[in-house]
């Protein structure tokens, strides 16, 4: 009877384990499926792929979208301008986000509560993008790259979540212990804390990295002129040059549908400019990603 009960729990077992491996690889798919259709549709005649006779492989196998994209003389300039904008704000927002949550996660730091309630209003009530312009004008940041970091300085909703890793992943008593070694509240702060929270830094870097790799908006506000301009803005220059009108189309061969064409192979081509640096960086980071997200959230 023992022995009964034993396969079929291991039979249970087994059934159990397939019908989540086939939830996990249906959403698998209905995740990465439209990311790998962009991909596919970068390569094909747009008008195979409104045809729906794009599935799994490119129809009718094309790179002008492509070429039309990195025609453009400012592209090479944009990819410079964002991997600069990228490091220098990814490493500003951690280090703000740094310099901000670890005083957070004392508790007998003074003011804790107020300036807990002072940080999280600013999550719900914004001056708007008016009276910001006029900040940022009036402190002389107009077409300088600090405009792009300084005016969001620190990520309320990230600095809570790094301010929990250390309230909750971090030992107080570790703290305690090396400052009655002698260490000041810098040095442990520099060699016991930072060097643990790594995981929770991964994190940070890597949501820093994808908001200022895709922002495109904040540098047409506040930039002029395409040597400054990031990536994702030389793109949405490039889509915006490629739309013209019909009567712009006259003089070229194939006329107005030709151009539509060409139109859309350069979106498809775009996308995938814009989010291949990114989808490379993601996979050396994903465990440290996974582990950082996980201990820096709330428990109960």
């Known amino acids: 009877m023992e022995k009964t009960n034993k396969a079929s729990q291991g039979l249970s077992d087994r059934t159990s384990d397939i019908i989540l491996v086939v939830i996990t690889a249906l959403v698998l798919f209905i995740v990465a499926y439209p990311l790998y259709y962009v991909l596919v549709a970068s390569f094909s005649d747009p008008y195979d792929v409104y045809a729906g006779k794009t599935f799994l492989l490119p129809s009718g196998f094309t790179l002008r979208g492509y070429a039309a994209v990195f025609a453009d003389e400012n592209i090479p300039t944009g990819y410079l301008n964002s991997i600069k904008y990228t490091v220098i704000g990814t490493i500003f927002s951690v280090v703000m986000l740094y310099i901000t949550a670890y005083p957070m996660a004392q508790r007998d730091l003074p003011g804790r509560k107020v300036l807990s309630i002072f940080f999280v209003i600013t999550m719900y009530f914004g001056g708007g993008l008016v009276p910001t312009y006029l900040v940022v004008k009036d402190t002389g940041l107009i077409d300088n790259m600090w405009a792009l970091f300084l005016p969001g300085g620190v990520a309320v909703g990230n600095m809570i979540i790094v301010r929990n890793y250390f309230q909750n992943s971090i030992p107080h008593e570790l703290i305690e212990a090396s400052e009655i070694d002698g260490c000041s509240k810098l ?114």
Not at 263 to 282: C, D, G, N, Q
């Open 187 to 300: 040095r442990t702060f520099i060699s016991v804390v930072i060097p643990l929270s790594m995981p929770i830094m991964a994190v940070m870097v890597v949501f820093s990295m994808v908001a200022y790799w895709n922002d495109w908006f904040t540098a047409l506000i506040y930039l002029t002129g395409s040597e400054k301009a990031p990536l994702p803005l030389v793109l949405r220059n490039v889509l915006i040059k490629s739309s013209v009108s019909a009567s712009q189309s006259a003089t070229i061969s194939g006329g107005y549908a030709e151009l539509n064409k060409v139109t859309e192979m350069i979106k498809f081509a775009s996308i995938v400019v814009a989010a291949a640096p990114m989808l490379i960086v993601y996979p050396f980071v994903q465990k440290y990603f996974e582990k950082g997200f996980m201990a820096g959230a709330v428990k109960g």
